[in-house]
């Protein structure tokens, strides 16, 4: 449990609204700024509102986020947007004196051909995936910011990294979303028109590390509980599931009757990413939400919050 004043940056998005969540529950008062109140990517005015606002803690949900087609459309958007939040929020915790903070990442930091599982160690030493390697190579300066204000100046920063993620509040923008996503909602509304078939990007095979975001949450807090050291720390699931099974199940959850088919002209990315986690699980986290329950979850969120909107969010 985190006995803290703790500023969720990004609090609006999947991961954040997770960690408010779990928080909340614990009894933490946590500490919120809207969008509209608060550019993060506007430096001066984000020195200001930590300097004003002084948390003890910062847990950096904030991000610019997207499936495999927008960071390959938005290359700019990703980069820019995500170096500037880091740096920003990364030197104004410092000088607004906030010691501790988490960082979050995510597995395509890794090298393309990165031995499997992959292990923190394997962090720079091999060429990026090319479909989200502006993404990545943000994340990684914000681990090297991190490690940089711990080695300077003694600040008690870390860096953890999750797999792919899934859960309430996910994107269901076709454009834009992560798989799953893309696919309860590919398959929802196949089953409601009756469509004989349903299309998955790429050839099925790549495979894909998934955790419950709900899960992941409790990583993090565990983490800035549990963990203060300068390498970053994977935080996944431990098991993974090929694109194709991953439909199937999917296509179960849903009960979609029709057929599967593979287009195989969109990108499979990188073919497998499965990260090492035995560090975080010997500290004491552990997944506890199955992938099946999981997307039951995430299909009862899409029905109940997502399906009337979709015609319109694209
Ligand atoms: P990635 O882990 O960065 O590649 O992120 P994604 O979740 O966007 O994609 C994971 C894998 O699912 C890739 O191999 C995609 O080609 C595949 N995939 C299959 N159908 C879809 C879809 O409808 N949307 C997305 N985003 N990916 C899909």
């Not at 809207?34 to 948390?55: C, F, I, Y």
């Not at 820019?80 to 915790?93: P, R, T």
């Not at 599931?241 to 599967?260: F, M, P, Q, T």
């Amino acid at each position: 449990m985190i006995d803290n004043r703790i500023w969720i940056a990004g609090h609006n998005g999947m991961v954040g609204s997770a960690i408010r969540r779990l928080l909340q529950e614990q009894g933490q008062e946590v500490l919120t700024v809207d969008r509209a109140e608060l550019d993060l990517r506007d430096q001066g005015a984000v020195t200001s509102w930590l300097k004003a606002n002084r948390p003890t803690s910062i847990i950096f949900a904030a991000a610019k986020v997207g499936g495999i087609y927008a960071n390959d459309q938005y290359p700019a958007d990703f980069i820019y947007d995500n170096l500037a939040i880091e740096s920003n929020i990364i030197h104004a915790a410092h000088l607004a004196d906030v010691d501790r903070l988490v960082f979050l990442g995510s597995s395509c930091i890794y090298p393309k051909f990165a031995p499997q599982p992959i292990p923190e160690s394997a962090l720079l030493t091999g060429p990026l995936e090319p479909t989200n390697e502006w993404y990545a190579i943000a994340k990684i300066a914000g681990i090297k910011l991190c490690q940089a204000y711990r080695k300077q100046y003694g600040r008690r920063y870390i860096s953890v990294m999750p797999c792919n993620l899934y859960g309430p509040r996910d994107n269901y923008n076709l454009q834009t979303s992560h798989v799953i996503p893309a696919l309860i909602r590919k398959f929802h509304e196949a089953k409601l028109t009756g469509a004989a078939e349903v299309v998955v990007w790429g050839s099925g095979s790549p495979l894909r590390e998934f955790l419950h975001v709900d899960d992941l949450a409790k990583g993090i807090v565990y983490c800035h509980d549990h963990y203060d050291e300068y390498e970053h720390i994977n935080c996944g699931a431990g098991s993974e599931v090929s694109i194709r099974e991953l439909a199937e199940l999917i296509k179960d959850v849903v009960n979609y009757g029709g057929e599967l088919t593979f287009d195989v002209s969109k990108p499979d990315g990188t073919p497998r990413k499965l990260m090492d986690s035995s560090k975080v699980t010997a500290l004491g986290w552990r997944p506890e939400i199955d992938l099946r329950t999981g997307l039951v979850d995430s299909y009862r969120w899409y029905i109940e919050h997502a399906a009337g909107n979709v015609a319109r969010s694209v």
